[in-house]
């Protein structure tokens, strides 16, 4: 997934943080022109927006009347076939090898990726300015970007965010397991390959919210909301592990990590200089979607194709059974 850094001089704002962003765009524009398909994964991390007055009331509001989507889903204990068998999965990378049973203590999960919604009460409780993304109505989104995943989050944002709302970032090896199931598949659903009637992959078009801002192209990419695709969702009830956006998950990422990590709660290498995510987004390509597929990025970095889901641990007593589990999430979420 490749990425164009904003030059400096197009990332400053005026002191009333409402500048013209046509400058920006046309600057963007020419580097989508120069840079072909690269510049998707623009990283935007030094841009910031400012609430104005009305716009910070406006938000208040919505945050207490709009419904979030926090529903979670236990997974209980046990082993799963964690990575991948080159034989069974051509497509395999090296960093995905190898294939073996790995046990995970329960936990619950997020049933959907983190929504602008959501994430909007956490922005405007902890006292932060708006998404990049968030241009509309004095640093709203539209609303019919509500129920999609939030991005242009870096890994702190995501880690924040989860600890905020009393929970944290999955593992590697908590995401695999709750979005393939304990049976090796290839995909949430089973062995058959991604299709864009599943996932939401291989996009490059103009369609969905402020087609007419030519910003868009680089700021607002082609996603939808969390829960599109119920014909995809994994044997725990997850929705869009693959596709929409990549997520951020709590380790360090080394890609020789599957083959030394140890075969009962893996939580990654102790350090490193690159943050883990899992499941391809709306940019990538076939090889991409699958669920063993693993990569990292510089945890500062904000992308409009990276987003993330919030897990929890889960007491041995707490819950029994196999069978689905939804709750919600803490009551400073919905309250």
Known sequence: MGSLKKPQHAQKNTSNGRRSFLDVSVLLSCIAIIGGGSAWGLDTQDITIQWTQEGKRLAAHRVTTWKPKTEMVLVPAGEFMMGSDKSKDRLAYRSELPQRQVYLDAFEISKYEVT??????FVLETNRPPQIDWRY???????????????????????AYCKWAGMRLPTEAEWEKAARGTDGRLYPWGNEPAGLSRANFGRTGLSGPVRDRPERLLLYPPIISVDKYPNSVSPYGLHQTIGNVAEWVEDWYDPDYY???PDRNPRGPESGSTKAFRGG?????????????????????KYNWLGFRCARSVDDGQRSGGELHVSELTSSLVK
């Open 116 to 121: 602008a919604i959501e994430y909007l009460k």
């Open 137 to 159: 109505e004095g640093g709203n989104f539209q609303e019919s970007m509500a129920h999609h995943p939030v991005m242009h989050v870096s890994w702190y944002d995501a880690d």
């Open 259 to 261: 083959r030394k990590a």
């Open 281 to 301: 987004g709306w940019i990538d390509s076939t090889t991409t979607m699958r669920v063993a597929m693993r990569n990292g990025a510089d945890p500062n970095s």
